[in-house]
């Protein structure tokens, strides 16, 4: 390249830029760790990770981005020991740790600061090592699945929803972000594409049950070639359109909820994420391989899914029942 192009290569980047130069330098005066929480995909972890850091900053009273480099392990283990004092979840204190190592460690690569202070601070155990999310027994999953009257529209969709959540473990949301194009074939088996938490893209073979009701679903509502569209949609919208996906609200609210109701499983503790955790207990209680469930599952780390691994917790392997007199 001459040095006569320059200048003329330069003139037409310039007329082609799309920020102005005020907009340019606004972002280049943005804090670091606000650039790091616009960088999360995921707008719940976002919101939970902004409160957990507006809460940090509150403690140790932050009030330039510039002061994060003065942050000691002795202000996060004070702050630690606050958070134990207002008698919070060990899981609520660890992910409010979590939070803020992760912006340090940002913060390190961007050489905002020079170390990680929530290093060496300890962190609450979870405990006994299952989750709290209850599962359901087999004979309450099946009159689940069975609750939603097959005759009509709604019923299909629902039948076919509850059939995604209880055989293939889906997340809410994740079940929320289907679309028709991730129903499809690879290598000859029905699959399900699924975009799970960080963006990670996983590839579910579906179960024959599950697949037959969603071909039947699919059939009755006619939308099967909108490849770009939701897989699952509301039935019925006033005065709006049906071409959207449910919202999770929906999903809990007038299908898990409502068919809990029909099929007489106690409601005040079922939600979508139950029957999660009952996939996954299921799954684990019939032989799956833990390292297995865990990719099913979309975890990053197998102590999280052994969360849901209750096979030593079952109610009817009690001592109780083995006591006679």
């Known amino acids: 390249m001459g040095a006569a192009e320059t200048p003329a290569i330069a003139a037409r980047v310039c007329s082609d830029r799309r920020l102005t130069q005020p907009e340019f330098e ?28 507006v809460g940090f900053m509150r403690f140790v009273g932050l009030a330039q981005p510039e002061e994060f480099a003065r942050v000691t392990r002795a202000h996060v283990i004070a702050w630690r020991k606050d958070l134990e004092r207002q008698a919070l979840q060990p899981a609520t204190i660890r992910r409010r740790l ?9 913060l390190c690569e961007e ?19 299952e989750g709290k999310t209850p599962a359901l027994a087999d004979a309450q999953a099946k009159r689940l699945l069975n609750a939603p009257d097959a005759s009509t529209l709604k019923g299909q969709r629902d039948r076919a929803i509850l059939a995604v959540l209880l055989y293939h473990a889906l997340r809410r949301s ?28 996983r590839y579910l073979p579906i179960h024959p049950l599950a697949a037959s009701l969603i071909e039947d679903y699919l059939e009755a509502a006619g939308h099967r070639e909108d490849l770009e569209g939701a897989l699952f949609r509301p039935v019925r919208n006033p005065g709006g359109t049906l071409e ?79 006591v006679e007199y």
């Open 174 to 201: 994740e079940l929320c972000r289907l679309r028709a194009k991730d129903y499809e074939v690879r290598r000859g088996v029905p699959t399900l594409a699924v975009q799970g938490k960080g963006s990670r893209l």
């Open 98 to 106: 979590s939070a803020v190592s992760e912006l340090f460690e940002f």
């Open 244 to 322: 959207r996906p449910l919202t999770g609200q929906a999903i809990y609210r007038n299908v898990v909820k409502h068919h809990a109701l029909a099929a007489r499983i106690p409601v005040r503790s079922i939600r979508p994420h139950c029957l999660r955790a009952t996939a996954a207990t299921n799954a684990l209680e019939h032989g799956a391989d833990i390292a297995k469930v865990r990719d099913w599952l979309g975890h990053s780390t197998i102590s999280t899914t052994q969360l849901y691994d209750k096979r030593r917790h079952r109610p009817e392997d009690s001592p109780t029942f083995k």
């Open 26 to 53: 606004a972002l280049n005066r943005i804090p670091h760790f606000l650039e790091w929480l616009a960088n999360l995909p995921n707008p719940n972890t976002r919101r939970a990770y902004q409160a957990d850091l």
């Open 111 to 129: 050489n905002s600061v020079d170390r990680n202070p929530v290093h060496g601070v300890r962190r609450p155990k979870e405990g006994a090592n």
